[in-house]
């Protein structure tokens, strides 16, 4: 094992920091195995001291404890298995050949990177940091990307449950409080295309936001020259709940794939209400109904809590 490197460690998805640099890393199922051998180790030397000392020299060899090890050695083969299909092999120099390796990211440390670029985009950097620097290295075009790409996920994250729920509960709340109805005539969500921008307060909350975005920009701009090559794309500071508290590598690493991967879908999710909406002219919750239904609104849901209640009640 000594030739190959874990193609996981070299994406940076390890659960510890103690890795020295260029040598040999051992990835999180190669611990996995050395903890089960030791385990199978421990049991057939427990195991060897209850043997009774009646047995002869010419017994069978088939003892309790080498019964045990075999079984250990039978559930290791599947997880050894899995432990060198996840690995690269590497140079005769130690250190890992990164081509091998899927990722748009020239260091292959990048979360939820898995080398999806059809178009070749990541090797044109069309930016606005590329006006005033035009030898910025692949690697610091890829982070500005990134730093993109997280902001609207982010965005979009939001989006798309707002726009739903105001759609859903805009009118009741509005009629409620003796307010009015900033929903469309046919009940879609004020937007570009369907209109009603001008509506009441939202010219204002739309200028806010800008607002708030310009400041959040200039934050960032301030965190990305403090902290120059350690620069992280998306990291502003912000974790009230201090969720990252803490957390190890791997972790902090798991976090951020679960980030980006749901700021993807929901870009894609915003991007469908925007045309279904466009396309059809009715609200996305009407075309798309079962989507946004509560489960206690589903005939069979309310048949199953109604029988579930007269049982219930028989009982007593």
Request: hydrophobic share 40%; charged share 20%; glycine share 8%.
């Amino acid at each position: 094992l000594t030739s190959y490197n874990c193609a996981l460690c070299l994406r940076g998805r390890i659960r510890c920091g103690e890795v020295p640099v260029g040598g040999v890393r051992v990835s999180p199922l190669l611990s996995e195995v050395e903890s089960l051998f030791e385990v199978a180790h421990r049991t057939t030397q427990t195991s060897s001291k209850h043997q009774t000392q009646s047995q002869s020299s010419n017994q069978s060899t088939t003892t309790p404890s080498k019964i045990i090890m075999m079984s250990k050695l039978l559930v290791l083969l599947p997880v050894l298995s899995s432990a060198l299909n996840s690995m690269v092999k590497v140079g005769t120099t130690g250190q890992p050949n990164l081509k091998l390796v899927p990722g748009v990211d020239p260091s292959k440390t990048m979360a939820a990177d898995y080398g999806f670029d059809p178009l070749g985009l990541a090797k044109f950097d069309i930016s606005v940091d590329s006006a005033r620097d035009k030898e910025r290295s692949p690697e610091e075009v890829v982070k500005t990307y990134r730093d993109s790409e997280l902001r609207h996920g982010r965005l979009a994250m939001l989006a798309a449950l707002a726009w739903p729920m105001q759609e859903l509960y805009d009118g009741p709340l509005a009629r409620g409080l003796g307010e009015r109805v900033l929903l469309t005539a046919d009940g879609r969500s004020p937007s570009l295309l369907n209109g009603g921008l001008e509506q009441g307060p939202i010219p204002a909350v739309l200028l806010g936001t800008a607002l708030a975005i310009a400041a959040l920009d200039l934050r960032a701009l301030k965190i990305k020259e403090d902290s120059g090559d350690d620069w992280l794309p998306g990291d502003y500071g912000f974790d009230p709940l201090k969720i990252l508290k803490g957390a190890s590598p791997y972790a902090v690493k798991e976090m951020q794939a679960k980030e980006i991967n749901n700021g993807r879908v929901a870009m894609l999710a915003v991007a469908a209400y925007v045309a279904q909406e466009a396309w059809f002219g009715e609200p996305i919750v009407v075309t798309s109904e079962k989507f946004f239904t509560p489960l206690y609104e589903y005939p069979w849901i309310q048949q199953l809590l109604n029988d579930a209640f007269a049982i219930a009640s028989f009982r007593h």
